[in-house]
């Protein structure tokens, strides 16, 4: 008996020298792995909203605004591939007549807050937001040879001076300077927007015209500017709106932030447009 007993130690020491230490680091590993497969997951990254610029959307600008906002479209073919602009540019208050008589139009950009006002008033458009300003400038042809230096000289009988109508803001406020100056100038035409007004003069067709600086800045190389004194220049305000009709009404207020707060102004202020205040 005492010797099957000295066996079963002898066998139970054997054992624990051989198989143990290849059991506890088993163990171990398995309560590690238990221990990876209970840790909670990590969340996922959030990467916000999907963007709501995204399908149609037809705009109605000032034609001043036609270069900042061309620049704003080639911008949102990268950030917003999925958005198709369609821009209608033009004086300002054609567009508000066209509004009122129901054209597709999901955004309004005016150049001031009259014609703004008018369609508000009319309940057509959503509040609308100040995104740029702009100031006046002498438009002359390029080398400035008939060595204009000031709206005075405007009134001179031997120039040839277009204007744009003061129907338009743009002919609002140059008759506000002109009036401030004390000036008064017969023009050879009024026409309907600043770009035909500055086209007459790029053309050879005027010596001189009132556009906004942003104008004049853009026909770089075609015509130069004489700047006009803050005392006789105007400031105009641009503001922008949805369009209550509009069918595509998320996309034209993210297009509306876009340009008030978004890379629209960049675009603008390369224009040479003012910041909003």
Known sequence: MRAIVAAVARIYRLLTVVVLPAVVP??????????????????????GAPSKLTGSLTVFAAASLTEAFIDEKTALRTS??????????????????????????????SADQKNMQTLVTAGLVEAPKTFA?????????????????GLADLAKSDLRVVLVAPTVPAGTYSQQALTTAGVTV?????????????????????????????????????????????SQNVVAVYPIAVVKASTHHDAAAAYV?????????????SRGFLPPI
């Not at 209608?88 to 508000?96: E, I, Q």
């Not at 340009?259 to 202020?269: C, D, H, M, N, P």
């Open 257 to 269: 932030d876009e340009i008030v707060s978004g890379t629209g102004q960049e675009a603008l202020r």
């Open 186 to 230: 017969k023009p050879e035409s009024q026409e309907l927007d600043v770009k035909s007004a500055l086209g007459k003069v790029t053309a050879g067709e005027a010596d001189a015209t009132i556009v906004y600086v942003t104008d004049v800045k853009a026909a770089a190389g075609k015509a130069d500017g004489v700047e006009i004194p803050d």
């Open 26 to 47: 088993a163990l171990v590993l398995t309560g590690c792995g238990k221990s990876k497969s209970a840790a909670k997951p990590a969340s996922p990254t959030t990467t």
């Open 80 to 109: 917003a591939p999925g958005l198709q602009l369609t821009y209608s540019f033009a004086g300002t208050s054609a567009l508000v007549q066209q509004i009122q008589q129901g054209a597709p139009a999901d955004v309004f950009a």
């Open 133 to 149: 300003r702009n100031k006046l400038e002498i438009a002359v042809a390029p080398g400035n040879p008939k060595h204009i230096t």
